[in-house]
Every structure is written in structure tokens, then in C-alpha cells.
């Protein structure tokens, strides 16, 4: 069965990809996947300062996976110094490199990684609600590169399809739906608490259990621009 596609002028062999995450935190963990047959790679998302990961980071059952990582946890020089050097020696896959989350941050990333990204993945945790400074996003890597930018949109966004639009009024070229969805607090009755590390026990959720909720924003943002 034939599977290639095209998104954005990028040439798929097939459509799937991981999506930004703990999977994808460095060249080991993208080649490893790669292995699995996957049509393309994004990064996990890079900021200009290394995250701190609360740990323990993750829980997991059969339907969802609850995790309290943030950005990466590792600085932007160990991932345009060692780990997209060494992913890109032995692959030959688009790859999509994550980056956030201010205006500035995006103008001090952009150049560091447009000889490495065929695109750019922009998270949008802190603009759900302004679709002016999600203009200002888009505009602030479009400045740097002309690689397809496409937009990250959190569940908490409140209208997709006026946030759509916002993105496609400004240039971008599509839109990722959705991130993880929080906060939720996963009880153990074993212990009566939270077996993750952040200070209250917190987390977002992801996984097959909010794919209704994915697939209604999907829908509200296609009804919103023609991306």
C-alpha cells in the first residue's frame, strides 16, 4: 500500500509521525523510532534554557499517559552541537524541530536550527487565548527562515477555528493538533496521592483516552481556514 504524501511541500513516505515529547528527547530516542517505521520526525520542543523535568515524570495505563516533562531538558547548544548532528548522519527523514515559546526565544532559535529542520514546530502553551501574539509567533520565525512553520495548538484554546485563522492570516502553514491536555491528577488509592514528581502532583494527559477531544479540534479548525 502506497502512503506518501506531501504536507507543505515535504515529502512524505507516509503520514505518521511521533508527536514532540519524551520520546523524542534526543538523536538516540529519534533513532529508535525511526527504526519503527515513522514518516517523518519532530524534536522535542527546544527553549533557550535546559527544563526542569520533575521526576518521577510519567504514568501510564493501557488507554492514557499522564507525564509532567516540560520543554527539553537539555540547553539548545547540546541539540545543534551533538544530537541533530548525530541524528542527521543516519537519517535520511524530513524532520520537523520543535521550538518555543516567546517572540524572542523563536528569533534566538530559528538561526541556530533552520540547516537542520526541513520545518518548524511552534508550541503555543502561553498564546491559547490571543490570536495577536500568535500572529507575532509565526511572524517572529518566518523573519529567520523560509522553512513551512505550523503551529501547535494547546486544547485549551478556546475558539480553534478563530485561532486558525489567525495562523493563516499571518503565513503559517498548517497546525498541529492537539497537545497533551491538563492539569490531571492521577490518584493511586494504593498510597491516596499522586505517584509524579511536580510540587502538587499534576500532570497532562495524552493518549487514546482524549481522542474525541482531538478529533473535535481538528474539525473546528479545518471549519476555520482552508490550511
Known sequence: MNLSTEVAGISLKNPL?????????????????????????????????????????????????INTELWSEFPPDMWFEEFLPEYK???SL???????????????????????ADAFELSTHYVADDPSLMKELVSAVKEGTDKPVFLKFDPSVPDP?????????????????INSLGPVYPLDRRVNRSFLGSSDGFGWISGPVIKKLSLSSVRRIREGCSL
Not at 19 to 42: N, Q
Not at 45 to 57: E, F, L, M
Not at 98 to 114: A, H, T
Request: glycine share 8%; proline share 8%; aromatic share 4%.
Open 17 to 65: 509521525m511521533p508527536a514532540s515529547g519524551p520520546l523524542t528527547g534526543d538523536h538516540r530516542k529519534m533513532l529508535a523510532l525511526e527504526a519503527m517505521g515513522v514518516g517523518a520526525m519532530v524534536t522535542k520542543t527546544i527553549s533557550t534554557v535546559a527544563a526542569k523535568v520533575p521526576r518521577p515524570c510519567i504514568v501510564a495505563d493501557k488507554d492514557f499517559v
Open 89 to 91: 548522519k543516519s537519517s
Open 94 to 116: 524530513p524532520l520537523i524541530v520543535s521550538l518555543g515559546y516567546s517572540p524572542e526565544d523563536l528569533r534566538k532559535l530559528v538561526p541556530l536550527f533552520s540547516r537542520f
Open 161 to 177: 477555528a478563530e485561532m486558525a485563522k489567525a495562523v493563516q492570516d499571518s503565513g503559517g502553514d498548517g497546525i498541529v493538533a
